[in-house]
């Protein structure tokens, strides 16, 4: 069984940055392309970007385009979500979210993706 713990998140200004982790246990996290998502409030959950398996690809979201970052190191199986200059629309929880089997490269549809973190919050005041 996958589990996958986040860490990070929190408040900050407008213009900022932020840099959240995802930490895979109890599989092959090499195995594994990796997602980005996230939900505001009375919103619907919204794809952010994915990583491949091996990290050579990477896709995002126009609206963040330019300003996230997905990274991720196999070595300590954990993927990264680097944001700057935040804005108050980034405000939502954010999941990172693993596929195990599908897409080398992921996929935006998060019913692709097997197992979930726990969320974590970002706030991006005005």
């Known amino acids: 069984q996958v589990q996958l713990v986040q860490s990070g998140g929190g408040l900050v200004q407008a213009g900022g940055s932020l840099r959240l982790s995802c930490a895979a246990s109890?599989?092959?996290?090499?195995?594994?392309?990796m997602g980005w998502f996230r939900q505001a409030p009375g919103k619907e959950r919204e794809f952010v970007g994915t990583?491949?398996?091996?990290?050579?690809?990477?896709n995002y979201a126009d609206s963040v385009v330019g300003r996230f970052t997905i990274s991720r190191d196999n070595a300590k199986s954990t993927v990264y979500l680097q944001m700057n200059s935040l804005k108050p629309e980034d405000t939502a929880a954010y999941y990172c979210a693993a596929d195990p089997d599908r897409f080398y490269s992921g996929s935006k549809y998060y019913s692709d993706y097997d197992y979930w973190g726990q969320g974590t919050q970002v706030t991006v005041s005005s």
């Open positions: 109890g599989g092959t996290f090499s195995s594994y392309a």
């Open positions: 990583i491949s398996r091996r990290g050579d690809r990477t």
